[in-house]
């Protein structure tokens, strides 16, 4: 795992200038993750949507590395297709140094339209790794709803109204569904953490084969909170088990933090306006709860997988 | 040169074997299956140093070739019907990325209802998506198509991708007689891929695919298009080289008896043999008939055509697809409009036929040269749109 001073020496592969929101935890996310690949020479593909789009404005690019945007639904069957060229040109002694491919995509990019794109990826065994910025809507377009989104948030086509509460269904747990294509190593990460998500992609990056990583990347446009408040949410999301920080390494799970006490979720839940609903105007309880007994059963299965399976 | 007998697919096959791409990316579709199965078993057999991805779906095939094809690999893949179309978001974004993808398409109609033979509503479909789209008549002409597009496409002028088209079952599983070149001829006419600049040369990185907006986009495009259209200078260069090398001749569209005709069909793909029958049959009763056979019809030789077609009275249009309501089918639009500025009036109609597969005769080709007599006496007011052997 490199230093916070080697990793502030470093050169990363994407720069400042480009026009995020200030205190989007997409651009911190892709910053740790670059300077986490800084020793490697690495090739990048990028789905449509806010990191995207942001960041290479013709004529301008913040990136420093070899980069590609195909669609919003195939950057793992574009990373798929530049990898392969490149074992084929290798292969026949084309090209001679060692590369790296790095694919990333949004929620929206990842649990939804791409799911298929990046479930043939993994299937194929590819040699990358694709992380996941998950802000938990699709951020880009004006934050409607993904299967990313949690429970009784409200976005624009899952608001809030007379008689519904935001999104009326738990998100959908892509780690799971990622970790069940039997692919060397998945693990899930929040921007708060640099060092275990540097930590963790560092490690990817030494395996061969497909990786996943699912960042939790907080947003504060779509979630409705201060820019300065980005990490302290992101450190929320784990300290109240909403988010937990953890690894499936060839089959062997491992939470990586668990906290002393978990805090109640209602502290994550109440500095961000996207929840208002449920403490104004009167507080709804029973919703608060069902989140809170969510976030249980999903602690406790994923304690006995780590008991059972490692 | 070796004599085979050879279905459209395998003749195909056979050429992607002696190209022999880097990558190839693909997913199998009725009638174009076979192309993806005897190649990989090349693969299988060690016959070809190509990687072959078995993508998930057409949309992530032709998303693996845009990123093979990013990287500097010669990259084909091969397709049709559905799968064309469920490609098409990124078939916009091949050429507008500049990558010279080469993919042979079987014609196949579009679903509802579904259907698995031939007609031509996929690639017609496919036709604004900025490809350059060459159509075959034959086993023989799928053949030398396919070698001489990859020089076409991968001209660094050009940078275009594109699509060679066989007409469902009839090419795709007809067997012919064709010449087949040996490896070392046709590897040395496509020469070896050199990409102008590559996404895996990381001391000289660069960003593909940003995000362009009303300051640049539309130069972009424009570029793209002059590119597509300067390739016609280069199919008929390399067309000159393919003949003197493999002693086949090839140009935008092939003239037949055309020159003295006064009523002439225009067409692409295998119906172009059946009119050849029916000119010859009505000559033989004295009709100045002729035919315009179609090769290219992206680029569009706009020009060429109107040249080409002077002289004649009357033409009709033979288009196997429909465009639901529109001004007759696409080739009718495009050689209606080509011709509109010459100064003899010309006579244009379209006729729909072969959808679905629905086989046309020589029989009814005769008829639709008498009925273009008919229709276009000058007392008569025109039907400008037939439906050929249609049922009532
Ligand atoms: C096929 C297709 N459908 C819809 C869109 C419009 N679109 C662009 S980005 C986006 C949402 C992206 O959401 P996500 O992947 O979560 O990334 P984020 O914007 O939140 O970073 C949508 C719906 C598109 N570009 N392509």
């Known amino acids: 795992m490199s230093s916070l001073k080697e990793l502030s020496q470093r050169k990363g592969g994407i720069t400042s200038g480009h026009r995020l929101c200030s205190g989007c935890g997409a651009g911190i996310m892709a910053r740790q993750v670059m300077l986490a690949a800084g020793n490697y020479k690495v090739v990048v593909a990028c789905a449509t949507g806010c990191l995207e789009v942001a960041t290479t404005i013709y004529p301008y690019s913040a990136w420093k590395v070899p980069w590609i945007h195909n669609a919003f639904e195939n950057a793992a069957a574009t990373i798929s297709g530049v990898e392969t060229a490149y074992k084929s040109l290798k292969k026949q002694g084309k090209i001679k140094k060692d590369l790296k491919f790095l694919a990333f995509g949004g929620d929206g990019g990842t649990y939804d339209i791409g799911l298929q794109s990046l479930s043939g990826a993994l299937e194929r065994g590819h040699d990358f790794l694709y992380i996941c910025y998950d802000n938990e809507a699709y951020m880009n377009t004006g934050i409607q709803r993904s299967s990313a989104t949690p429970k009784y948030a409200a976005t624009t086509t899952s608001p809030y109204g007379e008689v519904i509460s935001g999104k009326r269904e738990f998100r959908k747990n892509i780690t799971e569904i990622v970790a069940a294509h039997n692919i060397p190593y998945v693990a899930q990460t929040a921007v708060g953490y640099w060092n275990d998500l540097v930590t963790k992609v560092e490690k990817a990056l030494e395996v061969k084969g497909p990786k996943f990583i699912n960042i939790f990347t907080p947003c504060q446009l779509g979630w409705k909170y201060g820019p300065e408040k980005t990490l302290e949410i992101g450190k929320l999301a784990v300290e109240t088990g909403f988010w937990p920080l953890y690894e499936v390494e060839n089959g062997k799970y491992k939470i990586n933090y668990k906290p002393q006490e978990k805090k109640p979720v209602e502290e994550f839940l109440k500095i961000q306006k996207r929840f208002n609903h449920l403490f104004k105007p009167e507080r709804k309880e029973k919703l608060i709860q069902e989140i809170q007994d969510n976030i249980e059963k999903g602690w406790t299965e994923l304690e006995k997988k780590e008991k059972c399976l490692n | ?392």
């Not at chain 2, 845009?66 to 916009?92: K, P």
């Not at chain 2, 067997?175 to 490896?183: G, L």
């Open chain 2, 1 to 392: 040169m070796i004599k085979k007998a050879l279905t459209g697919n395998e003749v195909i096959a056979e050429a992607m074997r002696q190209i022999e791409p880097d990558v190839i990316a693909a997913y199998p579709i009725t009638p174009a299956t076979e192309i993806v199965q005897i190649f990989s078993q090349f693969v299988a057999d060690g016959k070809v140093k190509t990687e072959f991805i078995p993508a998930e779906s057409e949309h992530s095939a032709i998303s693996c070739c845009v990123g093979s094809s990013a990287a500097g690999a010669r990259t084909m893949t091969a397709t049709s019907s559905q799968g064309l179309a469920l490609m098409h978001e990124i078939l916009h974004i091949a050429p507008g990325l500049r990558l010279p993808i080469i993919m042979p398409v079987v014609n196949r109609a579009l679903s509802s209802p579904i259907n698995i033979h031939c007609d031509h509503s996929d690639t017609m479909n496919a036709r604004d998506t900025g490809w350059i789209q060459i159509y075959s008549e034959n086993v023989q002409e799928a053949y030398d198509n396919l070698i001489q597009i990859v020089r076409i496409s991968e001209n660094k002028n050009i940078l275009i991708p594109s699509m060679v088209m066989t007409d469902g079952f009839v090419i795709s599983h007809g067997m012919e007689n064709v010449e087949i070149a040996e490896d070392r001829k046709v590897k040395d006419f496509v020469g070896e891929y050199k990409p102008v600049q590559t996404i895996l040369d990381t001391d000289n990185p660069f960003t593909l695919g940003s995000l362009a907006l009303f300051d640049s986009y539309f130069e972009i495009k424009r570029a793209q298009e002059k590119a597509i259209i300067n390739s016609k200078k280069i199919i008929l260069e390399i067309a000159e080289e393919f003949k003197r090398k493999f002693g086949r001749e090839y140009g935008y569209f092939e003239k037949y008896k055309l020159d003295d005709a006064k009523i002439a069909l225009v067409a692409i793909g295998s119906i172009s043999g059946t009119i050849k029958d029916a000119v010859d049959s009505l000559r033989g009763k004295g009709k100045k008939v002729g035919l315009l056979k179609l090769r290219v019809f992206r680029p569009f030789p706009a020009e060429e055509i109107k040249e080409a077609l002077k002289n004649t009275k009357a033409i009709g249009i033979l288009d196997r697809s429909l465009s639901f309501s529109g001004q007759g089918g696409p080739i009718f639009s495009e050689i209606r409009s080509a011709v509109f500025d010459l100064k003899e009036k010309l006579f244009v109609l379209d006729y729909i036929y072969g959808l679905g597969g629905r086989d046309t005769t020589q029989k009814e080709i005769e008829e639709i040269f008498n009925n273009i007599e008919l229709e276009t006496r000058e007392d008569r007011t025109i039907d400008l749109i037939k439906y050929v052997g249609l049922k009532n």
